[in-house]
Nanobody, 112 residues
Framework: QVQLVESGGGLVQPGGSLRLSCAAS????????MGWYRQAPGKQRELVAT???????NYGDSVKGRFTISRDNAKNTVYLQMNSLKPEDTAVYYC??????WGRGTQVTVSS
């Protein structure tokens, strides 16, 4: 059964960058649509970005131009490169797979 484990979260200054990774276990990783979602306290979980098995991407409006999702099927890993971070990006970031699974999440805090 596929499991997802996020890493790379932490504390970063406004305007800084961070790269999140989501490592998948199990087989057939390359056929799944993958994504990143985030949830801040008191807010709904929102879409950050998705990527298809073929590499087509989609982004939430709040992160367009700043975040980039990518995947390395040979490494069973999906990434989220976050640049020009803002305090409002502070949230728990979750990895998602279209098979219907979620990672446990990784905390991203943007603060001076």
């Amino acid at each position: 059964q596929v499991q997802l484990v996020e890493s790379g979260g932490g504390l970063v200054q406004p305007g800084g960058s961070l790269r999140l990774s989501c490592a998948a276990s199990g087989s057939s990783f390359g056929i799944y649509r993958m994504g990143w979602y985030r949830q801040a306290p008191g807010k709904q979980r929102e879409l950050v970005a998705t990527i298809t098995s073929g590499g087509s991407t989609n982004y939430g409006d709040s992160v367009k131009g700043r975040f980039t999702i990518s995947r390395d099927n040979a490494k069973n890993t999906v990434y989220l490169q976050m640049n020009s971070l803002k305090p409002e990006d502070t949230a728990v970031y979750y990895c998602w797979g279209s098979i219907g699974i979620w990672g446990r999440g990784t905390q991203v805090t943007v603060s001076s």
